[in-house]
T-cell receptor, first 114, second 114 residues
């Protein structure tokens, strides 16, 4: 039981390049989330998927797109990376979208955009 | 909108002593949940403790307990018998409304000394 896994763990991009961050969970959770963590700040929600087939914007969605590929997988895409997107990205999942459902986090991806 | 404030950027505690981390929050919702997450150097976000706002009893998990003061919108974390493994960043978070979108504070870095 791996929980929430993320690939890659580290990535360096040049400005304007694109890439996709992958996330998968094996807990049969319905809801999945993408957060970013910047120095001196807490995590901020980028996008979330309450259930398979649905996605919604979070607090900081600009410059990102997401795909809920199936129940297990939720990917985050940067179409044209910018230095402001240098951050640590976390994927999380929960049983449902209810406020009381505990979110379980992946190990994070450290992304640097030069 | 929700806000979560952690006013202590850093705290230090001696091994085996007790330390309290502060957190205040603001929400207009009557139904909400509060969480403390631990982030060790490995970056993994680990749930420490969870509190339902409608429960008056303070949550406890082994050496970790909270002091939930609903009227004051305060949610502090007490760590008893501190251990070296408790050294980490601690984030307070809240969620309210109909969706499980966490709002995080800026974190408190806890050092544990011998």
């Amino acid at each position: 039981n791996a929980g929430v896994t993320q690939t890659p763990k580290f990535q360096v991009l040049k400005t304007g390049q694109s890439m996709t961050l992958q996330c998968a969970q094996d807990m049969n959770h319905n809801s999945m989330y993408w957060y970013r963590q910047d120095p001196g700040m807490g995590l901020r929600l980028i996008y979330y998927s309450a259930s398979e087939g649905t996605t919604d914007k979070g607090e900081v969605p600009n410059g990102y797109n997401v795909s809920r590929l199936n129940k297990r997988e939720f990917s985050l895409r940067l179409e044209s990376a910018a230095p402001s997107q240098t951050s640590v990205y976390f994927c999380a999942s929960s049983w449902g979208p209810q406020p009381g459902d505990t979110q379980y986090f992946g190990p994070g991806t450290r992304l640097t955009v030069l | 909108a929700q806000t979560v404030t952690q006013s202590q950027p850093e705290m230090s505690v001696q091994e085996a002593e007790t330390v309290t981390l502060s957190c205040t929050y603001d929400t207009s919702e009557s139904d909400y949940y509060l969480f403390w997450y631990k982030q060790p150097p490995s970056r993994q976000m680990i749930l420490v403790i969870r509190q339902e706002a409608y429960k008056q009893q303070n949550a406890t998990e082994n050496r970790f307990s909270v002091n939930f003061q609903k009227a004051a919108k305060s949610f502090s974390l007490k760590i008893s018998d501190s251990q070296l493994g408790d050294a980490a960043m601690y984030f307070c978070a809240s969620v309210a409304g109909t969706a499980s979108k966490l709002t995080f504070g800026t974190g408190t870095r806890l050092q544990v000394t011998l």
